[in-house]
Structures are given as structure tokens and as C-alpha cells.
């Protein structure tokens, strides 16, 4: 069975139990999930303790332990990427604003979404108590915020995870941001 996207082909043989193929998956998301997490630990979303090498490495544990997979393509894989990179995300932010609070105001610009709060860490936070609020309303629109914002997915790709169009993502993304941008903006 061969597929279109060599990704796909490689999780579905380490899925099927081939070694090699996880040794020739890694070099390749393993770039792609690098740009994500530097893009997340620069300008506004720098963190003075936490690297871009930590929060891929830490993704990448929460992907490989026991239980996870298969992945059915390249878009199932980096869907559960982007929720893993959120995950550590909030748990980084969680821990550090129990040892910190205060700070000036930050923006989060969430694809031309600005809103500002406390500090980084509340940010991410505020970020996700957000998408829990928005998945009671709407599932998908915060599962396209999860892929687009924290998995760095394009709009192409956020379709395919979603099993959508691409129409429908764009409106879902509008939407969602809307929203965030207004319960965001409550907080202040």
C-alpha cells in the first residue's frame, strides 16, 4: 500500500512494527515539528526557561510513549502533535505561573487575533481555558485553533486532519477567533 505522501507510508510501516522506518520518519516531522516550536518560543511567546529543543523533545515524548498511534497519514500524525505541543505548553505555563505571578501586559497574536493579558505564561493559559469554553460550543472550531495555532498546520492540511473542507476551515477559523477574541479580551 502505497500513498501519495511518503510520511504516511513511513508511520504505516513503524505502525505495522518496522524500525527502520522510525528511524527514517524522525529527521523528517522532526523538522517540521522544530519550526513549530521555535516559532512558539520566539517574539512574543519567549520564555526564558523553555527552548525550542525542550518543547519539541518533551512533544516527542508524549508521542512516542505506549498507547499512541497508529497514525493514519501525515495529517493524523501532526494533528496529535499539535495537541501533544499544547499540552506541554499549558503544563509549562501552569507550573511556571504557580512559581510566578504579575507581569506586564503581552500580546498573543493568534494570526492577527491580539489580545493581551497578564504575562506569557497567562496567555497560554487564558488560551486554553478559551478552547475548552469554545469545544463545548463548537468541537471543530477549537480543534482547528489547536492545529492551526499550536500545530502549525496550513488550512490544506487542517481539512484533511478534520476530515473537512478547506471552506470549512476558513470559516471555522474566522469564527473561532472571534470568539477568542472576545472572551479574551473579558479578561483583561
Known sequence: ?????????????LHRGNQEAGQTLMPVVYAHLRQ?????????????????????????????????????????FFSVAS???REVLVDYARTRSAQKRGGGFKRLDL????VSTQN??????ALDQALKRLAKLSRRQSRVVELRFFGGLSLQETAAALGTSVTGVK??????????RRHLQSLR
Not at 111 to 114: G, I, K, S
Not at 120 to 125: D, F, H, I, K
Not at 171 to 180: E, G, H, P
Request: hydrophobic share 40%.
Open 1 to 13: 500500500m502505497t500513498t501519495q505522501d511518503p510520511i504516511t507510508d513511513l508511520l504505516a510501516s
Open 36 to 76: 513549530i516550536a521555535e516559532r512558539h518560543c520566539a517574539g512574543e511567546w519567549r520564555y526564558r526557561t523553555l527552548r525550542p529543543s525542550d518543547l519539541l523533545h518533551e512533544t516527542y515524548l508524549k508521542l512516542i510513549k505506549p498507547g499512541t498511534g497508529p497514525w493514519h497519514s501525515r495529517s493524523h
Open 83 to 85: 495537541r501533544a505541543m
Open 111 to 114: 494570526d492577527h487575533l491580539a
Open 120 to 125: 506569557e505564561l497567562s496567555c497560554v493559559l
Open 171 to 180: 470559516r471555522d477559523w474566522v469564527l473561532a477567533k472571534a470568539y477568542l
